[in-house]
């Protein structure tokens, strides 16, 4: 089995903090990989370093088998990378549809062009009916983003970023703010994009992450201080301290 | 004779009914932004000018704003709705760089009281333009003349780093012929503190500047504050000591030499009647060239629609301006091939009055009759 | 689509009019006025497709308008005197030939100028297109052989085969078409694939880089068009004016383009025409009445500010009832 | 060497005004968020109504307290009547607005003052000047624009480090929502900024009276350069602005006082003359260029 995303002793400070501390870990192809830990772990900077929005001071990151690590992040996602954001980041002023198409578009290519019509590329928009139609965004396809309730940003954001067909999705904690009805549709919706791609998924809900991941790394200031499967990181006792520590502070 | 030149302007008045009340006049000129005071001088001696030619006439006054897209504006509703043949009062080059073709291709004449461009007046002179107050070259010669004259040999010469600053150094050089230092300021450049310790270091013996307006006025206060004036002579050509200036500058302008082709003490008839007239009409508004210039102006164009009764035949008008046959404040005036003046040009003194304030004391000829370097270049 | 295709239609039809209501009322000023609003039109339609639908607010676009128009002026200055550019390129008074070269230089000047700026944003590429704006002015100011402050005389506007430019409706038809022409080209770019990424870009950058858009280079390629749509309107302006000097570039130029813009209506197709006709409308009419008439232009653009949100594009459209 | 320190005072002077003016728009962009291109026309204000209380009653200390009253009044006045409800707006209708105040407030000016510029003289305290060194003389007068400048930035830094209003100052220009939350009087708070701001804008159009000519207009002619430190000294930062002001100043001051000399060493005297103006005349716009490109958001941006 091959790795999709290989970080190795990966380093960033900022001032005299350190935010990353020589993490290694890897994800592998169909996999989910859950990246847990308390808040100011550190988990964030990592992401924002495989997407390319933070250069790393030491270290690499290797995705699908290329050295991506000073890669634009524009870059990084033609090699197969899709990520959601911890807050949603939507085009707010534009339909439900018009962010699936836009989506879709970015993934076609061919947007140099000047004078086409946007409205009138068949592959982006029979692809985006398609997509409505097998969600549950159907009913909402023209409400401005602006307009949907929280639950519903979030979906839409998982929606754009599968439709770019990524080999690795970054997924920057998908469960905040849901509901728990919301929170199972999530969970459902990524146990149904399993076999797309492998993920990376950042989360602080620990029901979802024992529910999806297959291996799980804990970051404790910067650190890998555990991984493996569920029942390892449930028994090693460094995470529970780390936690429980967390928790009384 | 009197009689006779009411008695054209009523048969002109009678032949175009529709003017009844005067031949219109077009003044385009900037009336806003900081330089607006030297369109108010425009405008305001024009005026009493043409009062004191006698001639019938209105004034159609607008402002271009110092934008040259404004300005052909103006003249394209001028020139083409108001049937208005006779333009005349732009302050600057650049304005009358986009106006004066406009003006000459709808077949009307453009008298210029102020801005003369280098570009209109060689080759590309034409019979419908006429400049009634100077090349702007002459001007600095003058002053290269007067420093000259005044026995220095060194000099340190200032002025904005665009064009009409350029020329300024050229013209002072050329008749000047000492050793120059050249200092180039900025063209906004409000602060010349800078450039006063240069001029301290060279220790030149003369320092010629152009500033005009408000430029002039911040320059003159920080020689005097730097501590240089009455150290180092300075010598001006006119735009950079006018009335305006001299009054901002107060006490502080006292000392210096200037170069002009006018004075307010001037002993002939025109320019006492104009002095007259203007301290008459603006108590507390100092009489300066930019007025004096329009003042000629309006006394030419008043002759020449007196002679040609009107602007109804604009040949006769073009042949009546271009006679020149008016009595110049300047005293002598005359137009040359490119019906640019040819004058006189004096040296001035900056003296202090009874309460010490300053005043232009006119000194001595010192160049006369000369006209421009581009007219050689004009073939009409 | 079909009542929009109407209205534009009917607005080109009236615009064409204009020379012979102008004739007709004696009022033969308007046809230069329109045709001096259309231009400006047009470059302030140029500034809104970076800034109303890209999100990027140049202040220094009237560099790239007064390098368009100092293409024609140089081309006919060398022309006319039977020189040549830097002795390799011969001047010309061919507006086939101009018109290109002004697009094509103002264009390159852009790439340069958003190059460098696009790799900062919010205030500080305001501030940095304003210092290349700026540097551009002092550069042609200093240029003796091109009129420096004075700017450069084009005696006689550009020709086209068959056509008689001299004659000002004539004129006046050309830079028509050429408006409505690049009204069209502006209406076709905004819903192009292009014109989308550039809306996306503009609502949320870090999304479209999420997306695998690369968005310097599409930035980028947006201020390079839009740059050359002022090229455009500088030279069709001194084709207009047959005259062109640095005022053209100068900061407060800029400065009036991004008015017009704001006051039409940001991110509006004919906002920026509005906004440009309405202003310089204003400005010459009350100049007429008042030599104060900064004053009253003051205070009409701050009640607009005041009361209408998105310009008069926006109170245009509530009146018509159609929000 | 003389000639080196005597410009280098020369641009220490220029950068307090530059501080002056940069540090009232900085506040104002950092805490309210507003670009105030009318920045320059309370500079105007503060000038105008300095000379002419000056010129009617001979003194430069009534002129100077009446322009910094004016200006005051002014910034208040715009505050209240025009900003506060543009706060929440658009940029670009901010732009609009304070263009729209330009206009206004320069052909109200020419309207109350008429177009002539105005003059006053130094006052008699500081006429003169003061030998500082061997060989050179100093005009007293911008040795006292000079401290007032270097007093001003130490006000500042008290007032903004050592007090509860320079605290939610802080506050506000980091992070606009905590000032907000902590139930401050943000209206009120708005508004002694603005006033502030206008305050200090006007004491630098008093201080430049004596020297620069008081016209419409004048306002215009600087707030470029005013914006260029805000920027490069980053944005809502007042230590920024000091720094950026005065290495601005300095730099100007040399660039224009040397750089054609330098030229001169290797090419033709008035070539380099005009090349050496033309790259000074640039010179603050290529460092801002310069300082963005290596410090997108400026030298002490507040704003992480």
Not at chain 1, 125 to 147: C, H, K, N, Q, Y
Not at chain 2, 83 to 104: C, D, M, Q
Not at chain 3, 292 to 299: E, Q, R, S, Y
Not at chain 4, 16 to 45: D, E, K, P, Q, W
Request: aromatic share 8%; proline share 3%; hydrophobic share 50%.
């Amino acid at each position: 089995m091959s790795h999709v995303l290989e970080i190795s002793g990966l380093v960033k400070t900022f001032g005299g903090l350190t935010a990353t501390d020589y993490v290694s870990l890897t994800v592998d192809t169909g996999e989910i990989h859950a990246l847990i830990g308390p808040n100011g772990a550190g988990k964030s900077t990592l992401i924002n370093q495989i997407c390319g929005e933070i250069i790393p001071n030491a270290g690499h990151i290797h995705l699908a088998g290329r050295d991506v690590t000073r890669l634009p992040p524009a870059e990084r996602v033609a090699l197969g990378l899709g990520r959601t954001f911890q807050i949603t980041s939507l085009l707010d002023d534009m339909t439900v549809r018009q962010n699936l198409g836009l989506a879709i578009q970015a993934r076609e290519g061919g947007n140099f062009r000047i004078l086409d019509r946007a409205s009138r590329r068949a592959e982006v928009w029979d692809e985006v009916a398609e997509i409505l139609r097998s969600g549950t965004l159907g009913a909402r396809a023209d409400v401005r983003v602006a307009d949907l309730a929280h639950g519903e940003k979030k979906q839409l954001e998982l929606a754009m970023a599968l439709s770019q067909r990524p080999r690795l999705l970054l997924l920057d904690e998908p469960m905040a703010g849901l509901g728990h009805v919301e929170s199972q549709q999530m969970i459902e919706a990524l146990q149904a994009a399993r076999g797309e791609c492998a993920m990376l998924l950042v989360e602080h809900d620990m029901e979802a992450v024992f529910a999806l991941a297959d291996r799980i790394s804990v970051l404790v200031y910067g650190r890998v201080i555990a991984a493996g499967s569920a029942d390892d990181i449930r028994a090693n006792p460094a995470v529970r301290e780390a936690y429980l520590g967390e928790e009384d502070a | 004779m009197k009689r006779l030149l009411t008695t054209a302007s009523l048969l002109a008045a009678m032949a175009v009914p529709a003017f009844a009340d005067g031949t219109k006049i077009g003044v385009i000129t900037t009336l806003s932004g900081p330089a607006g005071y030297l369109g108010e001088q425009i405008r305001d001696g024009l005026a009493l000018g043409l009062d004191a030619s006698g001639a019938a006439y209105e004034l159609v006054v607008e402002d271009d704003g110092r934008d040259p897209n404004t300005g052909v504006q103006v003249a394209d509703r001028m020139l083409n709705e108001e049937g208005i043949k006779l333009l005349t009062g732009i302050v600057f080059s650049n304005v009358s760089g986009a106006v004066v073709p406009e003006a000459l291709d709808a077949g009307a004449i453009y008298v210029s009281p102020n801005a003369a461009p280098s570009g209109l007046a060689g080759a590309k002179c034409h019979p419908n333009y006429f400049v009634v107050s100077w090349q702007n070259d002459s001007l600095h010669e003058a002053s290269g003349a007067a420093a000259k004259k005044l026995g220095y040999t060194t000099a340190v010469a200032l002025a904005p780093n665009y064009q009409a600053g350029k020329d300024a150094i050229e013209g002072f050089k050329r008749e000047f012929g000492g050793e120059v230092t050249e200092i180039y300021t900025g063209v906004e450049q409000s602060d010349f503190a800078g450039e006063m310790a240069q001029i301290r270091d060279k220790a030149p013996q003369v320092v010629f500047q152009f500033h005009p307006g408000g430029q002039g006025i911040a320059f003159l206060k920080q020689y005097q504050q730097s501590g240089l004036l009455g150290t180092i002579p300075m010598v001006l050509s006119e735009p950079s000591y006018d009335g305006v200036i001299l009054k901002a500058v107060g006490p502080a302008a006292v000392g210096l030499t200037g170069t002009t082709h006018w004075n307010a003490d001037f002993d002939n008839e025109a320019s006492k009647a104009m002095v007259a007239a203007w301290t008459a009409a603006h108590p507390d508004v100092p009489l300066t060239t930019y007025a004096q210039q329009a003042y000629d102006t309006g006394l030419l164009i008043g002759a020449a629609l007196q002679k040609a009764g009107g602007d109804g035949d604009i040949a006769a008008l073009q042949a009546a301006i271009k006679s020149a046959e008016f009595t110049s404040t300047r005293g002598s005036f005359a137009f040359g091939p490119n019906q640019h003046p040819v004058q006189d040009w004096y040296l001035t003194a900056i003296e202090a009055d009874a309460a010490g304030n300053p005043v232009i004391v006119t000194k001595e000829k010192i160049r006369e009759a000369v006209g421009d370097v581009y007219a050689a270049d004009c073939k009409m | 689509m079909k009542r929009e295709h109407l209205i534009l239609l009917a607005v080109f039809l009236l615009l064409a009019l204009v020379p012979y209501a102008a004739e007709l009322t004696g009022q033969t000023s308007w046809t230069r006025l329109v045709g001096q609003a259309l231009i400006y039109g047009m470059a302030a339609a140029s500034l809104n497709f970076i800034l109303g639908y890209g999100g990027m607010v140049s202040f220094g676009h009237a560099a790239f308008f007064g390098i368009g128009g100092y293409v024609v002026g140089i081309l006919y200055h060398h022309f006319d005197a039977g020189t040549s550019f830097l002795g390799l390129i011969p001047g010309t008074d061919q507006m086939l030939i101009t018109l290109p070269a002004a697009v094509i230089v103002a264009g390159l000047a852009a790439a340069l100028v958003g190059a460098m700026s696009l790799r900062t944003g919010g205030v500080q590429f305001i501030m940095i297109t304003l210092a290349f704006a700026q540097m551009f002015f002092f550069l042609f100011i200093s240029l003796k052989t091109y009129g420096g402050e004075d700017g450069i005389m084009v005696r006689r506007t550009n020709s086209l085969p068959g056509l008689d430019m001299k004659n000002k409706a004539t004129l006046y038809w050309v830079v028509l078409c050429f408006a409505a022409a690049y009204y069209l080209f502006l209406r076709r770019l905004v819903q192009s694939s292009f014109g989308q990424i550039i809306a996306g870009i503009r609502q949320n950058e870090r999304r479209m880089a999420a997306m695998g858009i690369s968005t310097y280079r599409y930035k980028l390629a947006a201020f390079v068009l839009s740059g050359m749509g002022a090229g455009l309107a500088g030279a069709l302006m001194v084709n207009f004016l047959r005259f062109a000097s640095p005022d053209m570039m100068h900061w407060s130029r800029s400065g009036e383009l991004m008015i017009m813009v704001i006051l039409g209506g940001v991110g509006t197709l004919a906002g920026p025409f509005i906004g440009a006709g309405v202003l310089f409308t204003l400005e010459t009419t009350l100049a007429r009445y008042t030599e104060h008439w900064m004053l009253p232009v003051g205070i009409l653009l701050l009640i607009v500010v005041l009361t209408t949100r998105g310009g008069l594009m926006a109170l245009i459209r509530r009146l018509g009832g159609k929000r | 060497m003389i000639l080196l320190f005597e410009q280098l005072l020369n641009g220490l002077q220029y950068g307090v005004t530059l501080f002056l003016l940069a540090a009232g728009l900085t506040l104002i962009f950092g805490i309210m968020g507003v670009i105030n291109l009318a920045h320059g026309a309370l500079y105007m204000v503060g000038a105008f109504a300095a000379s002419w209380v000056a010129i009617q009653t001979g003194s430069f200390w009534g002129g100077l307290l009446s322009g910094l009253a004016a200006s005051a009044i002014a910034g208040v006045a715009v505050e209240l009547g025009v900003m506060r409800r543009l706060y929440a707006r658009d940029h670009l209708d901010q732009v609009l607005a304070t263009f729209a105040l330009i206009l206004i407030f320069n052909q109200s000016t020419v309207l109350i003052f008429g177009r002539q510029p105005l003059f006053t003289s130094v006052p008699d305290v500081f006429s003169g000047s003061v030998e500082i060194l061997p060989g050179l003389p100093y005009p007293t007068y911008r040795l006292f624009v000079i401290a007032v400048g270097l007093a001003v930035a130490l006000g500042l830094y008290l007032l903004i480090n050592k007090t509860r209003v320079g605290m939610l100052v802080r506050a506000g220009a980091t992070n606009r929502q905590m000032v907000r939350a902590l139930g401050v009087n943000i209206q009120g708070l708005y508004t002694a900024v603005f006033a502030l701001g206008a305050l200090l804008a006007g004491l630098a159009g008093v201080m430049a009276s004596p020297i620069v000519s008081v016209q419409v207009g004048m306002g215009d002619e600087i707030i470029l350069a005013t914006f260029v430190v805000v920027v490069i000294g980053g944005v809502g930062s007042v230590k920024g602005a000091f720094v950026a002001g005065i290495v601005l100043g300095m730099f100007d001051t040399m660039l224009r006082a040397f750089l054609p000399g330098l030229l001169q060493q290797v090419m033709p005297g008035p070539e380099a003359q005009a090349l050496g103006v033309g790259v000074s005349s640039m010179g603050i716009y290529l460092m801002m260029a310069l300082v963005l490109l290596v410090r997108p958001r400026g030298l002490f941006a507040a704003r992480g």
